[in-house]
T-cell receptor, first 112, second 114 residues
Framework: GENVEQHPSTLSVQEGDSAVIKCTYS??????FPWYKQELGKRPQLIID?????GEKKDQRIAVTLNKTAKHFSLHITETQPEDSAVYFC???????????FGSGTRLSIRP | EPEVTQTPSHQVTQMGQEVILRCVPI?????FYWYRQILGQKVEFLVS????????KSEIFDDQFSVERPDGSNFTLKIRSTKLEDSAMYFC????????????FGPGTRLTVL
């Protein structure tokens, strides 16, 4: 089955700087890669997603890239703000079923 | 905007007791899921449900777990005899292929087994 690895587990950046979180997946048939932001005690919130027919997607300060050949995908947050502090999860959807396989999470802290 | 709802928000139970966690998926969704998240860990898939039957389950979803859609709106997760290690946040999610596969998560039920 699908396995998603995520790095780093913690990330601290200065407010205004960029943050990058990287993930790899194992199942080459996976075709949907969502990213979730989770605040303490809350549900995972979808912030952006990318499908396997696209290499890059951007939404304001957030961008995702996908390298299907290498089975890598990354989240880029530019001009970070204090409200970006949260745990971020990458994920992949199994191609045959619809379950979502999550990475282990990255705790992002924005230093003022 | 329609949302997935879950009740209760927090359930405390004694080891060995049965618990039922309830979810109301978004009304036009056809696929339903349960996930769990042990404190500080990642979200893990438990089970998916479509057309009134389980479509897939993980190895976590053993004989102690069951799911049901008792009526047209509710989707429940039952744990027959809770263990300490069942303590976690349980998230229900629903989706439809028409949304391109996005799953909408409920706010979760925090289950504490004493």
């Amino acid at each position: 089955g699908e396995n998603v690895e995520q790095h780093p587990s913690t990330l601290s950046v200065q407010e205004g700087d960029s943050a990058v979180i990287k993930c790899t997946y194992s199942d080459s048939a996976s075709n949907y890669f969502p990213w979730y932001k989770q605040e303490l005690g809350k549900r995972p919130q979808l912030i952006i997603d990318i499908r396997s027919n696209v290499g890059e997607k951007k939404d304001q300060r957030i961008a995702v890239t996908l390298n299907k050949t290498a089975k890598h995908f990354s989240l880029h947050i530019t001009e970070t703000q204090p409200e970006d502090s949260a745990v971020y999860f990458c994920a992949a959807r199994d191609s045959s079923a619809s379950k979502i396989i999550f990475g282990s999470g990255t705790r992002l802290s924005i230093r003022p | 905007e329609p949302e997935v709802t879950q009740t209760p928000s927090h359930q405390v139970t004694q080891m060995g007791q049965e618990v039922i966690l309830r979810c109301v998926p978004i009304s036009n969704h056809l696929y339903f899921y349960w996930y769990r998240q042990i404190l500080g860990q990642k979200v893990e898939f438990l089970v998916s449900f479509y057309n009134n039957e389980i479509s897939e389950k993980s190895e976590i979803f053993d004989d102690q777990f069951s799911v049901e859609r008792p009526d047209g709106s509710n989707f429940t997760l039952k744990i027959r005899s809770t263990k300490l290690e069942d303590s976690a946040m349980y998230f229900c999610a629903s989706g439809t292929w028409q949304d391109g596969g996005e799953q909408f998560f409920g706010p979760g039920t925090r289950l504490t087994v004493l």
